[in-house]
């Protein structure tokens, strides 16, 4: 088993059968740092997860989707 505390994204957003993972960084240019790219690479290989990155430009289409 491989335990992992560091690099998981912000939220968990959990809508009927539907799974999304949210990175928020503080601007557009901010990019997910060594243990959080693991993590990422992680869930997208083994379980087939993408991580949504946003930043607070974009949070509106990401409320919009987590409020419907």
Request: hydrophobic content about 45%.
């Amino acid at each position: 088993w491989r335990v992992m505390k560091r690099g998981w994204p912000d939220f968990l957003a959990i809508k009927h059968n539907q799974l999304r993972f949210i990175e928020v960084k503080a601007n557009q240019h901010d990019t997910l740092k060594p243990h959080q790219e693991e993590v990422a690479r992680l869930l997208r290989e083994h379980f087939g997860i993408e991580v949504e990155v946003v930043s607070p430009m974009d949070i509106l289409p990401a409320e919009t989707f987590v409020r419907k």
